[in-house]
């Protein structure tokens, strides 16, 4: 059964500061993995998809990374800003024919002024 | 932009009642998909519709039920709410190996 982790739980940073969040999955048959940030209270915004044949990802500040055989990804925010503020989830969509979201329990993220 | 529309932000019933949660897009996606959010355990699949009056299952479909008559709409349906269904409901849609898009969620309260 494939089991998302997100290390860590919680990151404050201060602003400008460029940081990495971490992913990890372990059964590397994805088919891609999704990056996305959740406000407080908010519903998820897609921020980069990364398909199981690509290496990264960039939008902006933002860069993704996928490492299939390991089972990992990262998310790199370069120079953050308070309105950084906010949790991280990624998701990984399985082989089958399904193509659910699997779920870490994500980052909370904290960008000081 | 992308549109997913849940119809209530907010809603409080009380134990027993049915409750209806429904989702819209304006993307002719195929996919459409119901979780709950829950401190500590995240976000879960409840059911989950591949086309028109299509459904499948998820991780923890126990008292709910789904309906997907139009290809746009995905509802959720508690035949008798329990204070334990008391959660966010995010509803999703996508296509096949592509981005998964999500609404702004449904805070239900059971009472």
């Known amino acids: 059964k494939q089991e998302v982790t997100q290390i860590p739980a919680a990151l404050s940073v201060p602003e400008g500061e460029n940081l990495v969040l971490n992913c990890s999955f372990t059964d590397s048959a994805i088919y891609n993995l999704q990056w996305f940030r959740q406000d407080p209270g908010k519903g998820l915004t897609s921020l980069l998809l990364i398909q199981s044949s690509q290496r990264e990802q960039t939008s902006g500040r933002l860069n993704a990374s996928l490492d299939k055989s390991s089972g990992r990804s990262t998310l790199y925010i370069a120079a953050s800003q308070p309105g950084d503020s906010a949790t991280y989830l990624c998701a990984v969509m399985d082989g089958g024919a399904t193509n659910k979201l699997i779920f870490g329990t994500g980052t909370l993220l904290a960008v000081q002024p | 932009d992308v549109k997913v529309t849940q119809s209530s932000r907010y809603l409080v019933k009380r134990t027993g009642e049915k409750v209806f949660l429904e989702c819209v897009q304006d993307?002719?996606?195929?996919?459409m998909f119901w979780y709950r959010q829950d401190p500590g355990l995240g976000l879960r699949l409840i059911y989950f519709?591949?086309?028109?009056?299509?459904?499948e299952k998820g991780d923890i479909p126990e008292g709910y039920s789904v309906s997907r008559e139009k290809k746009e709409r995905f509802s959720l349906i508690l035949e008798s709410a329990s204070t334990n269904q008391t959660s966010m409901y995010l509803c999703?849609?996508?296509?096949?190996?592509?981005?998964?898009?999500f609404g702004e969620g449904s805070w239900l309260t059971v009472v």
């Open positions: 999703a849609h996508g296509t096949s190996g592509n981005t998964i898009y």
């Open positions: 519709s591949y086309d028109v009056k299509m459904k």
């Open positions: 993307m002719d996606h195929e996919n």
